[in-house]
Structure formats: structure tokens, C-alpha cells
């Protein structure tokens, strides 16, 4: 377990609020892709109807996106390594499979294979790609779905391993950081096509009126 990051975690999430009660269309859960509320596509317009489906979730936080995937049918599996994140997903839907362990260290361990892992806004922007990639790509059967998404690199040049500082919980206090992994589109495809992946995308979601940053979103399929 990386201790510090899940201390710098723990700060942010117990700085967040939590999924609202009902989105913009009235539903009770729902799969977010991007950073804004009731904007972008849905889990099945990246991998399909995920019914009866075998998921895994990297980094899933509060668990909203798993609640999701699991009110419509998925034996879906959620990974984090923030205890104070894996708490609020007990107390909001104690029925969801959550364990404090990092991708890495899941993947390589587990028998099972998935039909569809994916990160939002997860592991897969906090893990060093050269590590996580093979093991997703092992993890999923063939065919198999991999897609996650992320803000796109803040400053134009400023590619690779960055230092993300998380906000203090009291001004004063010294920030805690994390590592984030940046590329541009056209790398992060070119990277997730060298691990073996094949119908990469990637592409930049716009984002919603006005607004100024978009959402990267990157898939690909297991040959």
C-alpha cells in the first residue's frame, strides 16, 4: 500500500461532497466519465451493455460509477486505496464489492479475468503506465474492454510523470502530492497500442457551456 497517497486521498475525499441523490434526468445512479455533472457519454457508449458483464474498477472512489454498473446488472469488483473514500461507498451502498488494495498489486494476485476494467479519473492517471498496462491487458479476457479518462495536461510540453498537490484540509496546513502520468492524446494511444491493445482511441471529450477544460478518454480492446 502506498501510505502517503492514501493519506493525500483520504484529504481529498473527505473534501468532497458525494455523488447528489438523483442527476439531472432523474436516475438514482448513473456512470460519469468526466469531471462535470450529467455531461458526456455513458458506460455503454464505451464498452457496451455491461449486463451479466464481469468490471473492475480502478480507483473507485465513493463508488458511484460501481453502483452504477452494478444496479444494471455487472459483477462489478471496485479498487481503491483511501480508506476515508472506501467508507463513504460502505455507508452509501453497503451491497458493493470495495477493497483497499492498489490496482497493481490486485491484478497481479487475482485468478479472475474481466470483461471490462476501466478508470475514471483513477489509478490509471496515478499508476505509471509501463507497470499498470501489462497487467490490465493480462487481466481482461480477449476482446475485453479497457477505457479510462482524465483531464487532459494542463500546460502544453509538460508530458510524463507530474507532481499533483492535493489541497490541505486547513489553510496552513502542508500540502500533500500525488504522481499523475500526462500525454497527450495521440501518445496516450500510441502507448496503449505498444501494451498490445488494438481499436485504440483517444480523444478529447469537449466540455459543457462554460466551461474550459475537456475530458481525455482513452479505449481499447484486448486481441
Known sequence: MREQDAEAWDVWGASRSGRKERNAAGAETWFNWTQWPDHGPTEKDVFGDAAGARVL????????????????????????????????????????????ETAESFLAATPHRFDVVYSAFGAAWFTDPADLLPLVHTGLEPGGVYAFSHTPPALT??????????????????????????????????????AGFTEVTAEVIPPPAGRRTGTLLVRGVRA
Open 57 to 100: 474498477d480502478l480507483g473507485c472512489g465513493s463508488g458511484g460509477n460501481l453502483a452504477h454498473l452494478t444496479a444494471v446488472g455487472a459483477d462489478a469488483v471496485g479498487l481503491d486505496i483511501s480508506p476515508v473514500q472506501l467508507a463513504k461507498a460502505h455507508d452509501r451502498w453497503p451491497h458493493l464489492d470495495v477493497r483497499q
Open 157 to 194: 510540453g509538460c508530458y510524463g510523470a507530474q507532481a499533483s498537490q492535493m489541497q490541505p484540509p486547513t489553510k496552513g496546513d502542508e500540502p500533500l502530492y500525488v504522481r499523475r502520468w500526462d500525454y497527450e492524446p495521440r501518445t496516450w494511444a500510441e502507448i496503449v497500442e505498444r
